[in-house]
């Protein structure tokens, strides 16, 4: 693959139409999971290829043919990308996309995506500055009931998240200025996260709620709504037409 012709993308927009049972069975199915499986490892410090390999990652079990075109897209992909990765600033004092706080979280869900089960997407970006150290796309264990519960339990693993990191910071003997911020572009979940009044609505996700609610009256979180066009965890939850994540030479 490293003669083949690049893509603009890991995966196409159309990758939303691909199931569990579509196209024929691979006869040997070990070269697509020892590609796959290589691919996770790759995702560890290439977040454009995270959705990418979740979504293919879910067909380990019984790839086919379809499935193994879209990995050799992603293949595809890297070959025209293998010059380029993350930035880590040395000063983190100023802030690439306008928010000014010291660590910081976009997080997003992508309600009942999933064609063969109706299960969510629910992916996160950790900011330490203007410098990305931490994010996930993975698929959710359960099925939401509406988008605001799905970008809740988002809500959720990013705070979880955003615990471990201050707890690592503490150790390292990082001082935050200020107490770290999750930015959701959904209003409910937003809301849910600081009004009691939601609660008696979602009972189901009773530990989920009183976890967020925790941290956030302690002081230990802040929730901020964020419009759509400035979510940058969505390209984490759905393939898009055009990559929006920048990377640098």
């Not at 706080?101 to 976009?106: I, N």
């Amino acid at each position: 693959m490293l003669d083949a012709k690049p893509v603009l993308t890991p995966i196409p927009s159309s990758a939303s139409t691909i199931f569990l049972l579509s196209g024929s069975p691979l006869q040997n199915p070990t070269v697509y999971r020892e590609v796959v499986g290589s691919l996770q490892y790759l995702s560890l410090t290439r977040p454009d290829v995270s959705f990418a390999v979740n979504k293919l990652s879910q067909f380990m079990r019984s790839p086919t043919d379809e499935h193994w075109i879209l990995v050799k897209r992603i293949l595809r992909y890297l070959v025209g990308t293998l010059q380029k990765g993350l930035l880590l600033h040395r000063d983190s004092s100023h802030n690439l996309h306008a928010f000014a706080d010291q660590l910081h979280a976009f997080l997003d869900a992508d309600w009942a995506g999933n064609r063969d089960d109706y299960s969510s997407t629910g992916a996160y970006l950790v900011y330490l500055g203007r410098n990305l150290i931490s994010w996930s796309s993975k698929k959710q264990k359960t099925i939401a009931r509406s988008s605001t519960e799905a970008e809740y339990r988002s809500v959720a693993a990013t705070t979880a998240e955003l615990c471990w990191v201050q707890s690592l910071l503490q150790e390292l003997g990082v001082a935050l200025s200020s107490s770290p911020v999750i930015y959701c572009d959904n209003i409910g979940a937003t809301q849910l996260s600081s009004n009691p009044i939601f609660h008696s609505r979602m009972k189901h996700v009773a530990v989920d709620y009183h976890f967020i609610r925790d941290q956030v009256q302690f002081g230990q979180l802040r929730g901020a709504h964020v419009s759509s066009a400035d979510q940058l965890a969505d390209f984490l939850t759905k393939p898009l037409s055009t990559s929006t994540f920048q990377f640098v030479s």
